[in-house]
């Protein structure tokens, strides 16, 4: 609450490596999310959410402060999901069952994920989230949405601002969709969903 610090990697820099480059992390985590949580705390004092939680903020602000907090919301969950650790490749318990349920099979849903992450237009996020009702639901978040300000619980997403991908990757946002899954600690994903 109050100002924002940056997050702290839960992994080497490099360890991402070769699906995410140590330069890529540099400049996105280093450059990109530390501007977003400097913008914000400059943008607090006065606005009335000095004391909110990122939630809150993303739910309920607008313009400047709106953006900085989704983008600070969405980089925590992304950065926060991988691992750089060998293991499993899929997820299993409840969140496996839910998929299986929802989507038919867990291929079925990877296919339908990169395709909304690589047909997304501009800028934004590709996201895997549960319903009040625990169905799950792929969307499309332009920009600094993200899927609270639907009612949704946020468990995966995939971000495709070029600044993610582009040094690895040049213009092949699907090469780096498909790549992602390498370094899914599903481990996170499940305790997002219980």
Same mark, same amino acid.
């Given at each position: +609450? ?7 990697? /839960? ?12 330069? #890529? ?24 959410? !000095?004391?909110? #939680? ?45 998929? +299986? ?5 867990? !291929? ?23 319903? /009040? ?7 499309? !978040? ?53």
């Amino acid at each position: +609450m109050g100002t924002f610090q940056l997050m702290a990697l /839960p992994y080497a820099i490099d360890a991402l490596e070769p699906v995410i480059s140590k330069q #890529t992390l540099e400049f996105h985590h280093g450059k990109h999310l530390a501007a977003y949580v400097n913008n914000l705390n400059g943008l607090l004092p006065g606005s009335g959410f !000095e004391e909110a #939680t990122l939630e809150k903020i993303v739910c309920e602000a607008t313009g400047g402060i709106l953006n900085n907090a989704g983008q600070i919301l969405n980089h925590e969950l992304y950065f926060g999901q991988f691992t750089g650790k060998p293991g499993r490749n899929e997820p299993t318990g409840k969140l496996a069952e839910a998929i +299986m349920r929802d989507f038919g099979s867990f !291929e079925a849903f990877k296919e339908a994920f990169q395709k909304a992450g690589a047909t997304l237009f501009g800028s934004g996020w590709v996201w895997l989230s549960a319903a /009040p009702s625990t169905q799950l639901v792929i969307t499309q !978040e332009p920009n600094a949405a993200n899927p609270v300000q639907k009612g949704l619980k946020p468990l995966l997403t995939f971000d495709v601002w070029e600044h993610a991908y582009y040094l690895d990757y040049q213009n092949r946002r699907p090469d780096h969709l498909a790549a992602l899954w390498q370094i899914i600690d599903w481990d996170v994903i499940e305790k997002r969903y219980v």
